[in-house]
């Protein structure tokens, strides 16, 4: 914490040494700045790279509805994307389409999370096992 504190009040001082002015010309100039041929090269065939559209489906597993989205070409390399807890496959709405040319994606939600079925916990055993074991059988179904 000591360490922190030093590198922190450091910090205030550099920057209560440098004009805002200078802080701000120095600011622009690294965003203003041209990334080398290579690198503008790559960032262009990286946004002209062909989207998949993203689907929203679902599929029958264990008795429970799963909810998941796909996108990319199914003859691609597949990526299972799962989620945290407690969040939904929503979490992948803008890397989806970043990653559907070259990937074939599949983000569920597991049992009880975003718009899969959400059955009552006499029901339905909500252990990192069973979850695991729900994600088994739909990757083994998709793929």
């Known amino acids: 914490m000591k360490r922190f504190n030093t590198i922190f009040k ?4 550099i920057t209560a040494l440098v004009p805002l ?3 701000g010309t120095i600011a622009m100039g690294i965003v203003s700045s041209q990334p080398a041929t290579a690198e503008a090269t790559q960032i262009q065939k ?9 689907l929203h489906k679902t599929i029958d597993v264990d008795g429970q509805t799963i909810f998941y989205r796909e996108a990319g070409p199914k003859d691609a390399p597949t990526i299972l994307l799962l989620h945290g807890f407690p969040t939904s496959s ?12 070259r990937f ?4 569920p939600d597991y049992p009880g999370y975003g718009n ?3 059955p009552n916990v006499d029901k339905f ?8 074991k729900v994600m088994e059988h739909l990757f083994r179904r998709l793929v």
Do not use: C, G, W
């Open 46 to 54: 990286f946004s002209e790279a062909k989207s998949y559209p993203t």
């Open 21 to 23: 002015s200078l802080i």
């Open 125 to 132: 055993d909500y252990s990192f096992d069973n979850l695991a």
């Open 10 to 13: 450091t910090f205030l001082t």
């Open 90 to 101: 929503h979490m992948f709405r803008n890397l989806i389409p970043q990653l559907s040319d």
């Open 116 to 118: 899969s079925s959400m």
């Open 104 to 107: 074939h994606l599949v983000a």
